[in-house]
């Protein structure tokens, strides 16, 4: 159980990468989730797929945050796993973003609700 408050996750993630767990548990410990189908650019994520990146984009659109921000949060999934092999095909929701951002994010419902 990880006991950072949702300002200190953003904070961190103004700075810096975050380590994804440490992303994942502060979520968790504050909000209620759905799983939910989201778009982000190209690819589709059926309710109950890639439930990590849901809560992260949930999250960061609903605390506005940059997108880099945002990057910040899935920690060595982006650092290590994408920017580090920069035309590999894992991670399409990372790299889509990084293409296309929040624009690219819709989602068919509600998937975060604060506790």
């Known amino acids: ?16 990468a975050v380590d994804f ?9 504050h909000y209620d989730f759905t799983p939910t189908h989201f778009s ?34 899935f920690g060595d999934f982006y ?3 994408v920017l580090q092999n920069p035309h590999g095909d894992d991670h399409q929701n990372i790299r889509n973003f990084m293409t296309h951002g929040f624009a690219g994010i819709e989602f068919s419902g509600q998937a975060l609700r604060a506790k």
């Open 79 to 81: 650092y290590q796993d």
């Open 1 to 16: 159980m990880n006991n950072m408050s949702i300002s200190a996750l953003i904070a961190a993630a103004q700075e810096g």
């Open 40 to 73: 982000n650019g190209t690819t589709q994520n059926p309710a109950g797929t890639n439930n990590g990146s849901c809560k992260l984009f949930a999250f960061a659109l609903a605390n506005e945050l940059t997108p880099e921000a945002t990057l910040n949060l």
């Open 21 to 29: 767990q440490t992303t994942m548990q502060v979520i968790d410990a």
